[in-house]
């Protein structure tokens, strides 16, 4: 009798929160007619790798988050140094002020990054990394003398944020339009999708990378060297499904940049702290960045916090006389958020997650590599424990589906269909369909079987379905 009442209180009280969410959440990036006749997913509980929902089903993480829970979840260590924080300064701002977690946090953000990049600026989020970036590049060549320069160089499907700024430098027009019109000076250019590469470099990936490379430069000329701030450019792009960077693309991008006095930007809010087995990405590929912008992994999503590492020479300006940088936000460099970056970080050290990462990686490439058998998987493509899972209609010809496909395929049963069968990840087709992993920095090969299991399973059923 006592369990049956415990599971009608239960039930009464999962009926109670769908409710409440249907009448008063208003859900980011989603459709909230879906909800009309399905329940909204609710997630209360996780622990390392997995999440667990309000009915008790369990999930393997297999993004993440949303590209953000590197040391997984349900580390006490990380909540309990956040309440010792609260405990002690809860809040106080960084305009004019500085306070003890925040400064410890810059330096050892400082030290770890590539060259000179020595200064750190704080934000709670991506995408006001990213407009800091753009705004700091802005104002950088006023006081320098060349006020001309305002436009930012990003790639095609790149996305770079929300905010009205970062939105300008993001490569997705379904993402622009309702928005537009947005501030200007965005400028387009290729990716590094070399699965999708134009015929006269589709056979070369060396030669492919050259010119992608190169139609920086010619963006650059088109535009006016004179006019253009900054490009802005992800490790590995994450939007369109994981492009890496073709072997010397970033070597030639920094002498370009370089030649025409351009500041390079690495937006690193997805690839740093990890997810390509380096503090930052820019140090698995090789090139010195400008700007590098941060969030997500840098407190592993016990708390919010953004920012970016600047070069001392970009600082130089604004620490004479009555300079300033005129910016800010509210909780940039949050106490809590600091400590708990500073103990997520100690967590990095003491179990080696980027020896995890380095060790492992080849094996998640080999586990993920084993559903090339199946004919709706066009290619597998990423690095480290980043990776992207392009679909395709016809992997001969490599004809991609119809808008009308798509959306069956994807929204019609894809997304629903792997989260039902215990696997968190993205099914996407900002560019072409791909599902995206991300997993925890701590997954072995015990995890990368099961995300292969269930895609296996689903992706079967999906093209049976087609």
């Known amino acids: ?38 329940d909204v997913p609710l997630i209360v509980r996780g622990s390392g790798p997995y999440v667990f929902d309000d009915r008790g089903k369990r999930y393997l993480d297999g993004l993440s988050g949303l590209f953000v829970s590197q040391i997984g979840h349900g580390r006490r260590e990380v909540a309990e140094a956040a309440a010792r924080q609260g405990s002690e300064l809860a809040y106080f701002p960084l305009w004019s002020y500085a306070h003890p977690r925040a400064i410890e946090l810059a330096e050892r953000l400082a030290g770890m990054a590539p060259g000179d990049l020595n200064r750190v600026f704080f ?37 770079h944020g929300t905010s009205m700024g970062a939105l300008a430098i993001t490569g997705l027009p ?47 000329l088109r535009e006016g060297p004179e006019t253009v701030a900054a490009v802005f450019l992800e490790p590995l792009q994450n939007s369109g499904g994981c492009f890496p960077p073709p072997p010397g693309y970033f070597q030639r991008v ?19 702290f990890g997810r390509l087995g380096y503090y930052f990405g820019s140090q698995r590929y090789g090139y010195q960045p400008d700007i590098i912008t941060f969030a997500k992994g840098v407190t592993s999503g016990y708390a919010p916090l953004g920012g970016m590492l600047v070069r001392d020479e970009l600082m130089e300006p604004f620490s004479k006389g009555e300079a300033s940088f005129v910016h800010g936000v509210t909780f940039a460099g949050h106490p809590v958020s600091c400590a708990v970056a500073l103990a997520n970080l100690d967590v990095f050290e003491k179990e080696d997650l980027l020896g995890n990462v380095r060790a492992n990686e080849a094996a998640f490439r080999g586990t993920l590599e084993k559903l090339n058998d199946l004919p709706i998987v066009g290619d597998v493509r990423g690095d480290g424990y980043f990776y992207g899972i392009e679909m395709v209609k016809d992997k001969a010809t490599r004809e991609t589906f119809s808008d009308a496909e ?61």
């Open 1 to 38: 009798m006592t369990t049956s009442h415990g599971s009608d209180d239960a039930a009464a009280q999962i009926a109670a929160q769908q409710a409440s969410a249907k009448r008063h959440m208003w859900l980011h990036f989603t459709r909230m007619s879906t909800f009309a006749d399905h």
């Open 123 to 159: 934000t709670t989020s991506g995408s006001e990394a990213v407009e800091s970036a753009w705004k700091l590049a802005k104002q950088y060549f006023k006081m320098t003398g060349e006020p001309g320069r305002y436009k930012v160089i990003s790639r095609d499907i790149a996305y």
């Open 174 to 220: 379904g993402l622009k339009a309702p928005f537009e019109p947005l501030p200007a000076g965005g400028v387009r250019v290729p990716n590094t999708n070399f699965y999708r590469a134009p015929g006269f470099v589709a056979h070369d990936l060396a030669a492919f990378g050259q010119w992608a490379a190169d139609e920086i430069e010619r963006a650059i």
């Open 254 to 272: 920094r002498e370009i940049c370089d030649r025409y006095g351009v500041l390079l930007v690495s937006d690193e809010v997805i690839c740093a």
């Open 406 to 466: 798509s959306e069956r395929l994807l929204r019609g049963f894809l997304s629903h269909a792997l989260f039902e069968a215990g696997l968190v990840c993205r099914a996407d087709d900002r560019g072409d369909p791909v599902i995206q992993l991300s997993p925890p920095l701590t997954c072995t090969q015990e995890h990368f079987d099961e995300i292969e299991q269930i895609l296996r399973t689903v992706l079967t059923q999906a093209w049976a379905r087609l």
